[in-house]
């Protein structure tokens, strides 16, 4: 039902989700409530008007600061959970210069290797490419920093409960901690042309070890 979050960032926008969720769904609750109970108790019987009263200063002070109370908490808690996600390590163990284009991803790390690829059935252009795979090493946090050569593009994992525009012109950093091994599908989720749909990539989280290993064979000596 919920997805697993597979990072320490996608966790705390996971808790963050099940906190809104139930915040809404006693609201939901209450209200349907009250609305069941009003609607039978109060139907029409005969022609007589059920009692009517008004100006109630004290309802009407509780139905307005226990909604604002409501959403008060709700901000702390989201803020703070944003904070988590947008939070920047002092020394990222990995660094990855991540590069939007029509329509394909570049992934430099900082060090080498650089990943390449493009759409893998365009529609029209250029020739048939296979969609990169970004390579990350498990419970470590490696430093993205997302740019775009051309348009804005969007860099999209469900899996970790992320996504980020690639503006060109700009890079925009954020770091991903995986806690979870696999493979993850990645997507541009910002319309970029013709072959947006086919802009793909994928991440695959392996253990350090072997993300070193991985490392070091695909760096040209
Ligand atoms: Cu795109």
Request: charged share 15%; proline share 8%; glycine share 6%.
């Amino acid at each position: 039902m919920w997805p697993a979050p597979a990072t320490e960032q996608a966790s705390a926008l996971t808790s963050n989700w099940l906190l809104f969720t139930t915040a809404g769904l006693a609201v939901a609750l209450l209200v349907w409530g009250l609305i069941i109970f009003a609607a039978l108790r109060w139907r029409r019987r005969d022609d007589e008007l059920p009692p009517q009263f008004n100006n109630n200063p004290p309802l009407e002070i509780a139905w307005t600061l226990v909604p604002l109370a409501f959403v008060c908490v709700l901000f702390v808690y989201a803020y703070d959970a944003e904070a988590k996600v947008e939070a920047l390590a002092s020394k990222p163990s990995v660094t990855v210069r991540v590069n939007a284009y029509r329509w394909g991803w570049t992934f430099a790390y900082a060090g080498g290797p650089v990943v390449s690829g493009a759409a893998a059935a365009p529609i029209l252009g250029s020739a048939a490419g296979t969609p990169p795979q970004l390579e990350l090493p498990l419970g470590e946090t490696t430093r993205i920093e997302l740019t775009s050569s051309d348009v804005t593009h969007s860099f999209w994992v469900p899996g970790f409960l992320f996504k980020r525009d690639a503006i060109p012109g700009q890079v925009s950093a954020f770091d991903l901690q995986p806690r979870q091994l696999g493979t993850f599908v990645g997507r541009c989720a910002q319309f970029c042309g013709l072959d947006h749909a086919m802009m793909t990539f994928s991440v695959r989280v392996v253990p350090a070890d072997e993300f070193d290993r991985w490392r070091t064979q695909a760096n040209p000596r």
